[in-house]
């Protein structure tokens, strides 16, 4: 069973387009977050939910929105992708928003073209 | 504001050699820190954490980390290394001062070559 499932692995697109990537955990815990990992591996934070409610929301461009449908589950929607938004994005969770993240994705690679 | 330093972006061990891994801090409030591998092309496991109690965390498959508070750091360590610890390590200080929101601040990463 797989902990936290992210889809899809891989995102392929061009300039301009508008995805969403997919996260959902099944372990009963109360938060949940996305990284960007980027070309040189560098992790940074760019939001965060906790029952649902955004908690961490970072110097990320409007084009990037997060949705919560449950506490489950936390998805990535970005506007008008840009050759800058290409990078790995890790979908995280947490028992608590003390805790830290505790349970990684594999990722979903983002090319944008 | 909360930062973390990785000496040394990449580290070299034959196997079976002792595997020192170099993080330090800087924390406004006492910190909670972590380790993290990242093998290739998947996410990030946690090694283990350090959150105010004992100052020597054991982690996963042998690892283990002692919390400096003098020196500010967290450095992490396996006695014997082996072929499949091969991979990329974080280190990661959390913001759960007065915000408490949980966010990591994570160190650049190093990378770790086992050769035989």
């Known amino acids: 069973d797989t902990a936290v499932s992210q889809t899809p692995k891989y995102l392929v697109t061009q300039m301009g387009n508008d995805k969403s990537i997919k996260c959902e955990q099944n372990l009963g815990h109360d938060t949940m977050y996305w990284y960007k990992q ?22 990320v461009p409007n084009r990037f929105s997060p949705k919560s449908p449950d506490k489950a589950h936390l998805n990535l929607h970005i506007n008008s992708l840009e050759l800058g938004d290409s990078a790995v994005y890790f979908c995280a969770s947490s028992q608590d928003k003390a805790s830290g993240p505790l349970h990684f994705g594999n990722g979903t690679r983002l090319t944008v073209t | 504001a ?77 006695p014997s290394a082996h072929m499949s610890d091969a991979a990329e390590y974080f280190c990661a200080v959390s913001d759960h001062g007065s915000s408490n929101t949980g966010k990591l601040i994570f160190g650049q990463g190093t990378t770790l070559q086992v050769k035989p």
């Open chain 1, 38 to 59: 980027d070309s040189k591996k560098f992790l940074k934070i760019m939001f965060s939910y906790n029952n649902k409610e955004l908690i961490i929301n970072e110097t």
């Open chain 2, 2 to 78: 909360q930062s973390v330093t990785q000496l040394g972006s990449h580290v070299s061990v034959s196997e079976g050699a002792l595997v020192l891994l170099r993080c330090n801090y800087s924390s406004s409030v006492p910190p909670y820190l972590f380790w993290y591998v990242q093998y290739p092309n998947q996410g990030l496991q946690l090694l283990l954490k350090y959150t105010s109690a004992a100052t020597l965390v054991k982690g996963i498959n042998g690892f283990e980390a002692e919390f400096k508070k003098s020196e500010t750091s967290f450095h992490l360590t396996k």
